[in-house]
C-alpha cells in the first residue's frame, strides 16, 4: 500500500533551519504531484508549497515564500521541504501528501490523495 513517512522535524529556535523529508512508496512517484500542509494546534490544517510531478513546479503559500524550498528526487522517491528563518508561527505539525494528478500543482487539502502522519516542528522564540 501506499506510504509517505515524514522525518526531520524537531525543536529549533527563532531564525534556525530545518529539512523535512517525505519517503514514498507504494506508488509510481512521477504520476503524483507532492505537497507540504501543517497544522498547528487549534487551527486548521494549512498548504505549505507543493511541487509537480517531474518538479518543474512549485508553488508556496504567501507565509513561507522565500524562507522555505521544495525539492523532490524522483530516483529515490523523496521529497524536500527546506526551512530556513523560521519563526514561532511555523510551529505545526507538518505533513506531506501526494496529489495523484502530476501536472501542475494544487493547494486544495482535498485534492490530495494520501497522506503521512506527520512530523512535528516547534520553533522557540
Known amino acids: 500500500q501506499v506510504q509517505l513517512v515524514e522525518s526531520g522535524g524537531g525543536l529549533v529556535q527563532a531564525g534556525g533551519s530545518l529539512r523535512l523529508s517525505c519517503a514514498a512508496s507504494?506508488?509510481?512517484?512521477?504520476?503524483?504531484?507532492m505537497g507540504w500542509f501543517r497544522q498547528a494546534p487549534g487551527k486548521e490544517r494549512e498548504f505549505v508549497s507543493a511541487i509537480s510531478g517531474t518538479g518543474s513546479s512549485t508553488y508556496y503559500a504567501d507565509s513561507v515564500k522565500g524562507r522555505f524550498t521544495i525539492s523532490r528526487d524522483n530516483a529515490k522517491r523523496m521529497v524536500y521541504l527546506e526551512m530556513s528563518g523560521l519563526k514561532a508561527e511555523d510551529t505545526a505539525v507538518y505533513y506531506c501528501a501526494a496529489d495523484a494528478r502530476a501536472f501542475g500543482v494544487r493547494i486544495g487539502a482535498q485534492n490530495y490523495n494520501y497522506w503521512g502522519q506527520g512530523t512535528q516542528v516547534t520553533v522557540s522564540s
Open positions: 507504494g506508488l509510481t512517484f512521477t504520476n503524483y504531484a
